[in-house]
């Protein structure tokens, strides 16, 4: 699902700032008050809001080589070894679906 909308920041007497999430997005997504959540920062300036992930350790035997090509591959994406990681097997659970 891909919710988005824009918003203004707002910035509160003390200097923190906030934005307000519409009740609609909340609901949909089934947020509330309290949910925990993950915020990153895009290139083009916008932010992208998320629940986190639980993750789970698993361990991969990989060669040498196997290592460097994925680690190459992330870079030239501009991600971190574990977002590549990530995107591949959300990918291949999703080709499963």
Known sequence: MNTSTTTKIIEMD???LFIEIPYSILKNLGWQEGTK???NGNIDGSIEIKKPVEMTTIELDLSEKELLDIMIAAHKLDI???QFVMQAIENAVSDEE
């Open 80 to 82: 971190t070894f574990n």
């Open 14 to 16: 003390n200097g923190d």
């Open 37 to 39: 959540l993950e915020v």
